[in-house]
Every structure is written in C-alpha cells, then in structure tokens.
C-alpha cells in the first residue's frame, strides 16, 4: 500500500518509528516492527502476519491495546486499535530525535608549519614542480 497517498487522508497525525514490537493471536505471539504509530492504529511489519479481520493484542513494552488487522500487503499490514490511544502515550512510545550534528568540512592547514625537506621531495615524486614557479 502506498504510504503517501493515505497519510493525507488521515484524521490523526502518525509518528514514523522504528521499533520492535509484538502482536499475540490465539495465544501466540508475533513478533513486528512498528513503523508508524497513532493514537487510532498502527503500521506494522512482519513475516507471519494475520489475515485481514483478524483480532490481535498488541504490545509495545507495557503497553498493550487490543486491535484487528484492517489490512495485509506483502510483509506489511495495518493495525486499527479498539480503543483510542492517548496522545501522551503515544508520545511516550516514540523516542526522542538525536540532536544533529553539523559536519565540519575544512581541509587541512598546511601552510601553518612548514613542510620538510621529506615532505616536499615526496610531494615533488608525486607532482613535479612546474618551470614557471620560482623555487
């Protein structure tokens, strides 16, 4: 299913994640990635999946909502939960972002010492100097 033409139609916002969960049917538990995570639902992925229809118990740490399948594609399925979840559990669910680090792109300083004798014949072995600079 294509993720991008039915978030728009979404009436709650869904929190993209990454995490490990699980879902029990009939007394066996299943395990799955979380994908996205809202206060209605759930996307999640896994190899044995149920059905569409199916009524499962989901669980996330200690979190642990009852739901069904409202539908399979592949390896990926959607889960709508029975009851809503509350905004702040949600959010205690989902990790908070790392800070971003800004890369430094700066090439070395050569000119602050000087090179060596060593230095400069190796550089001369890998670019001869050119007749039009003065030694």
Known sequence: MDESSTTQNRRFRRSNVLLSA???LSGV???VKL???SSEGALIEGDKL??????????KAELTLEGRIAWVEGKRAGLAFAEKLDADLVLRHIPAPRPRVKPDFRRPALHTRQLSTEELNIGDRWSPRSPYIAD
């Not at 149920?50 to 669980?59: D, I, K, N, Q, Y």
């Open 29 to 31: 538990s299943l395990p």
């Open 50 to 59: 149920p059905v569409e229809g199916a009524e499962v118990v989901f669980r």
């Open 22 to 24: 699980s879902i029990e």
């Open 35 to 37: 994908r996205n995570l």
